[in-house]
DNA sequence: CTGTTAGCGCTTTCAG
DNA sequence: CTGAAAGCGCTAACAG
C-alpha cells in the first residue's frame, strides 16, 4: 500500500482468481446475462480481494458513448452558474453520470473546445449556457444530444430548459409602476442573448399595460464585461436626475447598481427604489432587502439534467423547451417614490 | 448534418482519404515520430474534411492514463467551493486537462463514489477537499496523484494546498482583542477538520497572547448541517449576554450570526461586533460591512491545480504542504465595545 | 449457463 | 521516413 500499483487488475486477472473466464466474469460483474449465483459470488469476491477497478476507457470503447456529461458555464464564480452546475450535478450523480465542467468565460471559442473535446470523450450528452452556436451545432451535427440551460442559441435540433425571462421582467417592471413610478430606468450588460433581451421586452411591456411612454434614454447597456460599471452607471444617474426607481437585468448589473448607489450615498428606496432580476444571498442579507425575481436556478440546472438523460436513455421525438416560472420576491428595496434625487 | 452521424470518423478513415496508414495518420496528428511535411499536411487536411474527432477513450485504454482530472468538494453552491473550483478548472483547462466535478455534500461515502469513478476513468489526479481519509487513501494506493485542498485528512502520500486558519483566526481575534472587547464569542460548525480546529486554536492563542482568560461558554458548536442554527445562535447569546463580539468560524456560520443580529436587532457593532473567517460578496454589500479574513480561494484553486499538474508530469519528492496566507480585511463591523447587550 | 473469438480506435515497436 | 502487426481491457455474439 502507499507505493502505487505500477499495473492495474485487469477482469482477466479477477476471472483467473475467481477460476473462470473474463466473458463471464465480466457477466458476473455487469450483471448482463446469465451467471449461476455461485460464480457470481465467486467472481465479486475475487475482485473485491483484487480491488478491481473496472477500466471504463474499455468499456466506452467497446459500447457508444462513456457515462460523462459536459456541463459548460460562462462564469463558475458568478453564483448563478454554480448553483445550476450544483443542480446539475445532483441529477447527473443520482444517475450514475459524471459532470465533466468548463467555464468558457464567456467566449465561443472555449465553449467550442470544450465541445470538441466531449466529442472526444464521447460524452453521452451535453448541457450548456451557449455563448454563441457553434459550440450546439458541432455537438448536434456529431449526434450527442445537448440541452441548452438559460440561454438558448437559436441552434436546432436541441432541447432548452429556460427561465422565463419576459415574464418576470414584466412583474418587476409592473410593480415599480403600480407603487407610482414613472420614470423607471432599467440597467442591463447584453442585449445579445435572449435572456437580456426577454427581460427588455418584458420592461417595455410592462410600461405598455400600464400606459406609461417609454424612453430609450432610461435604458442603459452596460455592455458585457464593462471597463468601469460604476463610473458608467454614475454618469446615467446624474444624467437622467428624474429616474426614480432601477430595475437591474441581472445580479452582476445589480450589484453594481446597489454599489454605485451606496457610494453616493442615495438611500434606498427613498431616492430609488430598486429590483433585481436573479436574487442571490446578498439581498437578502442587506438592508433594506433588495426586492428580486427569484429564478429557480438549481431546479433548473435538475429539470436540464434529467430531460438530457432522457435523451440520453434513448428518447426520441422533437426538441422540446422546457420553461420554468420565475418568483416575484417583494422586499424593502422598493416603496412609492419619494422626491426625485 | 443534423442528423447525428451514426457512425464517427475513425483515423483508419482519415488515413484512407489522404491515402496512408493509420500508423502514419496517427503520427502526423499526434506530432509524434518523423512525418514528412507534405504527408503531415495531407492528414491534417483529411481529418479537418471529414471533421474527424480522435477518440480519447481508445487513447486512455493504450496509454496510462486520460486527460481528465477529478475534483471533489463539499458543496458546490456555497461560494467558497464554487471559487475554489473555477481557480482550479482555470488552470487545468490551460494545460489543457478536463476537470471532472463531484459534490460529496460533506458525505465520505459520496466522496468514495466518486474516488473510484475517477480510478475507473484513468483519471491523471485528483484534487480534493477531504471530508474523510478514505477516498485519498484509495486513490494513493493505486498511485493516482492526489492532492489535498483547503482541509487536509492526514492520508499519507498526497500534497496539500491550505490556508493558514490559525494564523487568519488569531489575527482576526487579537483585532477584537486589541478594540478592547474581553468577552469574544466563537462560533462554529465543526472541529471535526483541521480547519475548524486550527482557526479555534487561533481563537485562544490570541487570547493567551493578550494575556485575556478563555472560557468555554464561549465557544459554541453548531455542529455541521445544524437544524436550525438561528435558534442556536439566539439561545446561546441569551445565555452570555456579556458577549461583545463573535467571531465566526466560516461564511456558513457568519450568515447565520448577521441574520440572528438581524432578527433581534441588536446593532452590529455597537451591540455586537462581528467577524468572519471567509470573505463572500454579501459581506462588503451590507451596511456596516463585515470584518472579514479574506482568504485566496481561487488562487488556491489554482495552485492546487498546478502542483497537481506538475506530479502528473512525473514531478517525484515526497509530499508537500503549500499554505497560502489569509489576509485580515478590517470594514465596519467591529468597533470597541458599547455596553454589553 | 459458460468459454472462445473477435474487435472497438488508437499508438507503438519493429522491420523495411 | 512509412507500413504491418500487435495489443491496451472490455464486451458481445456465437457456439458449446
Redesign the pocket.
Known sequence: MGKGKR??V???Q?AQEA????????????G?????????TRVEAAAARLG?V??VS??T???RSSRLVGLVVSDLRNQFYAALAAGVEQSLAAAGHQMVLVDDHGDDARALDGARAFLAMRAAGVLLAPVGRQATELLVEHGTPVVEVDRRSGARGCDAVTIDSERGAQAAVTHLLDLGHRRIAMVLDETVWDTGRDRLKGYRAAHRAAGVPLSRRLVLDLGLRPADPGADIAAFLAAEPDITAVFAANNVVAEAVWQELQRRGSPVPKDCSVVSFDDLTWMRMVEPGLTAVRQPVYEMGRRAAELLLARIAGEQGRARTHTLQPEFVPRGSTSAPGRPH
Not at 477460476?19 to 455487469?30: F, I, N, Q, V
Not at 448482463?32 to 457470481?40: D, M, P, T
Open positions: 499495473t492495474r485487469t477482469l482477466r479477477v477460476g473462470t473466464s473474463p466473458s463471464t466474469a465480466s457477466r458476473a460483474l455487469a448482463n446475462g446469465y451467471v449461476a449465483q455461485a460464480i457470481k478491481y473496472p477500466d474499455a468499456r470503447l467497446k459500447g
